[in-house]
C-alpha cells in the first residue's frame, strides 16, 4: 500500500472505532447506569448531595471542601490544556516546512501535517472549555450545597444534584479529550501508530469505564445501608 494512502484508511478507521466505543458507553450510561463508573459516581454523588444537605450547618464546611477539590483538579486540567494550546501554537508558527523524518511513515505533504496539528490543537482546546464549564458548576454548587433553607426540599436537592453531575461530566468530557490527543499525537508519527493507539486506547477505556458485579453489588449495599441509616435518624427526630 502506497504511503499516501495509509493516512487515508487507517486514521478514518481508528477514529472510527475510539468514536464505535464512545457511543457504546453513551448508549450504556443512559440505559443501564450501574454497568459504568460515570453511572454509579452520578448517583453516589447524588445520594452525596441529599447527605450534605440533610444539615447544611453541620455539613457546610465538608461540602464546601471537597468542591474545591474537585475545583483544584478542573483547574490544574484547564491550565495544562491551555499551556499546551500554546506550547502547539508556538511550534506550529515557527516550524519549517522542510520537516522529513525516518520515524514517519505516511503521507508528509503540509496539508496533512496541518491537519495533525490542528486536530491536537483542536482536542486541548476542547479539554479547556468543558474544564471551565465544570469549574463554573462546581462553583455554583459551592454555593446552593450550604444555603440552610434548602434543607428537607427534596426539589433543591435534585437541583443541586443535577448540577454538581453537570460538572463532573464535563469534567469527563475533557478528561476524554486528553485521551483523545494520544493517538493524534501519534499520528505526527504516522498513521499507524495512531490507528494502534486507538484500538489499544479503547480497550483500556472498556475496563476503566465498566463495573464488576463485585463493585455494583457494594454500592447497592451502601445505598441501603444509607437509606436505613437516615430512616432511623428522621424518626428519631420526629419522636
Not at 472505532?17 to 454497568?35: A, D, E, K, N, Q
Not at 499551556?83 to 516546512?97: D, G, K, R, Y
Not at 446552593?144 to 463532573?168: H, I, Q, W
Request: charged share 15%.
Amino acid at each position: 500500500m502506497k504511503e499516501k494512502q495509509l493516512d487515508y484508511v487507517l486514521v478514518p478507521l481508528g477514529l472510527f472505532i475510539f468514536l464505535l466505543y464512545h457511543v457504546w458507553l453513551l448508549f450504556t450510561i443512559i440505559y443501564y447506569p450501574s454497568r459504568t463508573v460515570v453511572g454509579l459516581n452520578a448517583e453516589s454523588r447524588r445520594n452525596w448531595v441529599f447527605s450534605m444537605m440533610s444539615d447544611p450547618l453541620k455539613n457546610g464546611v465538608l461540602a464546601v471542601q471537597t468542591i474545591r477539590n474537585n475545583i483544584m483538579a478542573s483547574t490544574l486540567l484547564a491550565t495544562t490544556a491551555i499551556t499546551l494550546s500554546s506550547l502547539i501554537s508556538v511550534f506550529v508558527s515557527n516550524a519549517s516546512n522542510s520537516s522529513s523524518s525516518k520515524l514517519v511513515y505516511g503521507s508528509k505533504t503540509s496539508f496533512v501535517s496541518s491537519i495533525k496539528y490542528f486536530s491536537i490543537l483542536l482536542c486541548f482546546l476542547v479539554a479547556f472549555l468543558c474544564n471551565i464549564q465544570s469549574i463554573r458548576y462546581y462553583a455554583h454548587v459551592s454555593f446552593l450545597a450550604t444555603v440552610p433553607a434548602f434543607k428537607d426540599r427534596n426539589d433543591c436537592m435534585e437541583y443541586v444534584a443535577r448540577n454538581l453531575n453537570r460538572g463532573s461530566f464535563f469534567w469527563s468530557l475533557g478528561l476524554r479529550a486528553f485521551y483523545l490527543s494520544f493517538p493524534l499525537f501519534l499520528w505526527i508519527f504516522g498513521p499507524i501508530p495512531m490507528f494502534v493507539c486507538c484500538c489499544l486506547m479503547s480497550f483500556v477505556l472498556y475496563f476503566l469505564d465498566t463495573t464488576t458485579s463485585f463493585t455494583r453489588d457494594l454500592q447497592c449495599q451502601s445505598f441501603k445501608g444509607e437509606a436505613k441509616a437516615n430512616d432511623v435518624e428522621s424518626i428519631h427526630h420526629s419522636l
